[in-house]
């Protein structure tokens, strides 16, 4: 007998397990045939099914060659999946087993639910993009028939929740139907009632059209889901929160219990009515699969939970990933002795947070989804100042032109552009201070649009660096610091502007904990701790930081003078050559009269470093 397993991969299994080389139109046809209630259908009707996007002549062309293909394939078995006639297809239900026959089959209430819900978790037909309307709608209506087959079977398994594992098995099934329906509040307060009470409930808005989360202590006898007046936000598009699971560099006989704590604060935010949460499989693959980035957005997740164990405690930031901006972050001890009794606490603490920084973002994140052309523009032109070389500056710049064309006022448009005359200015290294002056032109018009926006005054505090007034820059990024003290791209920025003060250790420090909030940390990170470095006259370390950049090009003069510095004249020379390849009329001494130090002997020092490079 042949296996067709439908969830997860398409694909059909030979009984010694060896797959099938088979058409994927053959193998939607059997999915669609065991599905269906006769497991028989006409001609016609799968030639609609397969190819409703052709002519009818062309789609049933297609079928006949389909079903041929298919007959050569299934020539030499003793009893054939399908029976062929003149206007029907019947699949023979005594050669073909389905992992749907999970759906059907027997066993306790418990069972049932386990086995649904592991099958449920893996997704329906989920590595086949739909080729026709009807195939995509087919497959939703499936995957919708499922969902109510597994809230049917958690239902019917509540009264065996008392026994050992059940109340697991129940939690995770109602995290998952969550997920497909976040408005379930019958399943909502169910799983409110396993995990012993929430720590969270939410009001939703008034006529505003903007969605707040209001968190609440409940006290004792409060009805925390009937009395709490709301809106439905059945109208709202919900963001989707997923909370990755923890890792660790070593086996650590922690990374159990941190784990299970991630689990009881996935549940806790499910009290939150306007935030979607991702179950916990799919969180677990997301985490395994090394193109993170893809998945996300594929999945259409706004907000990430990153968490990492270490000896120092577990580290959790939430990151908004439209725009790869850390909005918080914490340590929370949990050393061996102390989290068995502390893990209920921890996690009310993380949830609370996570609530409420998910509360102050969404109104940004409903402002930028009311203008979908003007955030897409946005979201390109930051995407290419990822590259600091002028072609990726410029077109950069042109998408934030075009975001503003859509949206005139859109605040971190002008943010963005403000960053690529600054960028400009600092890859043709030439003085041009018309740059700096658009610059922060357009920092002030981002700022005056959104003054509580850190961005803005980063954007200011950066081209104040750049024109020369330290202490303003300073003021400037200390202000965005405070606005936002965990945005990662604010503490690098201040950070830069303290090596530029003639305060370099403080520099280092700065972004080192910008790199720990940023780990996968951007070229422009790396480039600041080697000039922090440098001045601080820790040249091997300047030269490892530019090692590890991904394009070194803007920090070859900063390499050149540290192995200059050390006495390694040929990896100077290299890197001096490959300085002067980018811009071959670079002067030093012109150099040093553009960039600000606000103390004389950082100027010496680089001076130095630069003239016995050979610049």
Not at 362 to 384: K, T
Not at 396 to 417: M, N, V, Y
Not at 555 to 581: N, P, T, V, W, Y
Request: neutral net charge; contains cysteine.
């Amino acid at each position: 007998m042949l296996h067709l397993q439908t969830f997860g991969d398409l694909r059909l299994i030979e009984t010694n397990g060896d797959p099938v080389r088979y058409p994927i139109k053959g193998l939607l046809m059997m999915a669609h045939l065991y599905a269906g209630a006769s497991h028989e259908l006409s001609r016609y009707e799968l030639a609609q099914f397969l190819w409703n996007d052709v002519e009818p002549e062309l789609a049933r062309l297609n079928l006949r060659k389909l079903l041929s293909r298919i007959r050569e394939t299934d020539g030499g078995r003793a009893e054939m999946p399908f029976d062929f006639t003149a206007t029907t297809v019947r699949l023979n239900m005594q050669a073909v087993s389905c992992d749907l026959d999970i759906f059907r089959a027997g066993g306790s209430p418990l069972e049932r639910l386990n086995a649904i819900a592991e099958l449920t978790q893996r997704g329906f037909i989920g590595n086949i993009k739909p080729a026709t309307k009807l195939i995509d709608a087919w497959i939703r209506a499936q995957r919708d028939a499922q969902t109510l087959q597994l809230r049917q079977a958690l239902l019917d398994a509540l009264p065996d929740a008392q026994k050992s594992g059940a109340a697991r098995s129940i939690s995770g099934a109602a995290l998952q139907i969550l997920e497909r329906d976040p408005n379930d509040e019958q399943v909502r307060a169910l799983l409110h009632r396993l995990s012993g009470g929430s720590s969270l409930s939410e009001r939703l808005p008034n006529g505003d059209g903007h969605a707040r989360l209001q968190v609440n202590r409940p006290e004792a006898g409060d009805e925390t889901t009937a009395d709490i007046e709301r809106v439905s936000p059945a109208s709202l598009i919900l963001p989707r929160l997923v909370l990755l699971p923890p890792t660790s560099k070593h086996a650590d006989a922690g990374l159990a219990l941190a784990n299970a704590l991630i689990e009881d604060v996935t549940i806790e935010l499910c009290a939150l009515r306007n935030i979607s949460i991702v179950a916990p499989h799919t969180a677990g693959q997301i985490r395994r699969d090394s193109e993170k980035a893809a998945v996300v957005a594929r999945h259409s997740i706004a907000y990430l939970l990153d968490t990492r164990l270490s000896e120092e405690g577990l580290f959790a930031q939430l990151v908004y990933f439209p725009t790869d901006e850390i909005i918080w972050a914490n340590r929370f001890t949990m050393t061996p002795d102390i989290l068995p009794r502390q893990r209920r606490l921890i996690a009310q603490q993380l949830t609370m947070s996570v609530a409420r920084e998910l509360a102050e973002n969404e109104e940004e994140r409903l402002g930028f989804e009311a203008n979908p052309q003007a955030y897409h523009a946005y979201l390109v032109g930051s995407s290419l100042m990822s590259k600091l070389t002028l072609p990726h500056i410029r077109r950069a710049r042109k998408a934030f032109k075009q975001s503003l064309s859509h949206k005139a006022d859109f605040s971190p448009s002008f943010t963005g552009l403000a960053r690529t005359f600054t960028s400009e200015w600092l890859v043709r290294a030439q003085g041009n201070n018309e740059l700096l002056h658009l610059a922060e032109q357009n920092a002030l018009r981002a700022i005056e649009r959104d003054p509580a926006s850190a961005a803005g005054h980063r954007e200011l505090g950066v081209t104040k660096l750049y024109l020369g007034d330290v202490d303003a820059s300073v003021a400037a990024l200390d202000l965005a610091e405070q606005l936002s003290p965990h945005f990662a791209d604010v503490i690098y920025s201040h950070a830069d502007t303290l090596v530029h003060a003639s305060r370099p250790g403080d520099a280092l420090a700065k972004i080192k904990r910008a790199i720990s909030l940023n780990p996968i940390a951007p070229d422009a990170y790396l480039w600041c701790a080697a000039g922090a470095s440098f001045f601080l006259e820790q040249y091997e370390e300047a030269i490892a930081y530019v090692e590890a950049m991904k394009d070194k090009a803007p920090a070859h003069r900063i390499a050149a003078a540290s192995c200059a510095m050390i006495g390694d004249r040929k990896r100077a020379l290299f890197h001096r050559q490959r300085a002067e390849s980018i811009n071959p009329v670079f002067e030093v001494e012109k150099w040093l009269a553009i960039v600000p130090f606000k103390e004389d002997w950082q100027k010496e020092l680089y001076r130095e470093g630069l003239l016995k490079a050979g610049f």
